[in-house]
């Protein structure tokens, strides 16, 4: 796995019954994401002296419904604007060809 920079920002919070957890991932921060035979990896990394790693692991039917309910929501708010819908666009179509390759 290779890491990118990150070029705008990520939150995670994780909240358990007897505590939580939050950190941030900025422009300082990078990430992977990979797919293995059942799912997708997403892995953020913050160095230096706050140092955190976040990694999420989703099987392929949740994160197809986690695509869903993306979707869904983007298609009920207002349309985006040219900055954030273009690179969100070309990975949606990205995604796309990917598995369109991979079927059959």
Do not use: N, W
Not at 13 to 34: H, L, N, Q, V
Not at 63 to 78: E, Q, S
């Amino acid at each position: 796995m290779t890491l990118k920079p990150i070029t705008d920002r990520a939150e995670v919070a994780i909240d358990f019954p007897d505590k939580a957890y939050m950190g941030s991932f900025g422009r300082a921060s990078s990430f992977e994401a990979t797919a293995d035979a059942e799912g997708v990896t997403i892995k953020l990394s913050r160095s230096g002296e706050d140092r955190r790693t976040a990694q999420m692991h989703l099987h392929y039917y949740l994160f197809a419904g986690v695509l869903a309910d993306i979707a869904a929501a983007l298609a009920a708010r207002p349309p985006l604007d040219d900055a954030h819908r273009e690179p969100l666009l070309a990975a949606a179509r990205a995604l796309v060809s990917a598995l369109e390759r991979t079927a059959g």
